[in-house]
């Protein structure tokens, strides 16, 4: 099977599992578990940051980090593509009791100007009040686009003048980073807090890292206990991040490459309307009226590639560490003959 639903479908590699199974382990809860710690510190250390705390999940980090700077009645300004919004349960409201200012932005990214209107004035109590500014790179939702960094720049400009936190879901960071070679210690001096991911493309079966100051992150490991994501000997699944860290990272312009290939072929269909601008691994399209998402979707399930429907008649491919060069060929020629 030919998975590009997501690039989280992917299995670790056996230069992965070897590293994993290598791993020196102790008992995380108790903060002894030395290759844990490891990952902790490089992470810190590769955004400049002096506190880093893994987690079972990117949406936990992300859930931690609303917690971290909220207080329940206050209110996060994101986008309306933002996978906190969308993709985390409704976990902003059930654990922090916040509420989410949705911003209309363009592919899942927003100005400064539009958050500066969206800040309730916090003299007037009838309003919740604005505490946080989440933004997402690259965008989920919004196709795997590339924020300017120079926006991200002023939006720290709007959260300083306004008192405001200001969070970066990186769950797919390193795609942006390596696209637009930059290096993440900017987006560290930039953000209070960020969670990274490992189980995208960097092919890692689970873990994330919730990256920040130090007076946030005080409370960020009772945060993690009550989510009920305190583990012991996960040094096996802190191995695989490092692992990934030296050998999955520069990689992602393969994926880049092909999801760019991916979308100069769907945009020679006469089915297809639209290609969304591909900036790095995902390739978000739309049909035209004469084929449904539907029947797309079973003529390739018919050779054995599965895509996804994002909703609102779009559908989205994702290219990945376990999407190799032979699969890529057989989807281009099996897309350019639909
Ligand atoms: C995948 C993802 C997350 C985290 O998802 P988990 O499945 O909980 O690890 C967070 N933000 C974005 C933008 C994502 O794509």
């Known amino acids: 099977m030919i998975d590009l639903r997501s690039d989280t479908v992917t299995k670790p590699t056996a230069g992965m599992l070897d590293a994993m ?16 710690n490891a990952l902790e510190e490089r ?36 986008d309306k593509y933002a996978h906190i919004y969308n993709y985390e349960g409704g976990g902003a409201s059930f654990n922090s009791g916040i509420s989410c200012k949705l911003i209309d932005g363009d592919r899942g990214m927003f100005t400064a100007e539009q958050v500066a209107e969206a800040i309730n004035p916090p003299d007037f109590y009838h309003s919740p009040l604005t505490s946080l500014v989440a933004v997402e790179n690259t965008t989920n939702k ?8 120079f926006e991200l720049k002023k939006l720290r400009e709007t959260c300083n003048a306004h008192n405001l936190g200001y969070h970066l879901d990186g769950a797919r960071i390193w795609n942006a980073v390596v696209k637009k070679e930059e290096k993440a210690v900017q987006y560290g001096r930039l953000f209070d ?11 890692c079966p689970v873990g994330s ?8 992150m005080k409370g960020a490991i009772r945060i993690r206990k009550i989510l009920g994501g305190g583990m012991r000997q996960v040094g096996y699944l802190a191995a695989a991040g490092l692992y990934a860290l030296d050998n999955h990272l520069e990689r992602l312009e393969e994926d880049h490459k092909k999801a ?35 029947k797309f979707q079973q ?30 060929t057989k989807v281009l020629q099996t897309i350019q003959d639909m």
């Open 21 to 36: 199974l290598k791993a020196e382990v102790g008992d995380d809860v108790y903060k002894e578990d030395p290759t844990v």
């Open 193 to 203: 807090t960020i969670s990274v991911c490992f189980s995208k493309g960097l092919g």
């Open 43 to 78: 992470v810190a250390e590769m955004f400049g940051k002096p506190k880093a705390l893994f987690f079972p999940s990117g949406s936990m980090a992300n859930q931690a980090a609303l917690k971290l700077h909220t207080n329940p009645g206050e209110q996060v300004i994101c």
């Open 260 to 294: 760019q290939e991916l979308g100069s072929v769907l945009s020679t269909l006469s089915c297809v309307k639209v290609v969304e601008p591909v900036e790095t691994n995902i390739v978000i399209f739309e049909l035209n009226d004469m084929i449904s998402e539907t």
């Open 299 to 328: 003529k390739l399930i018919a050779k054995n590639i599965h895509i996804i429907g994002m909703g609102g008649g779009k559908l989205r491919m994702v290219t990945h560490l376990d999407y190799s060069d032979a699969m890529h």
């Open 142 to 149: 919004g196709g795997g686009a590339c924020w300017d960094f």
């Open 209 to 216: 890292v919730l990256i920040g100051d130090e007076s946030l």
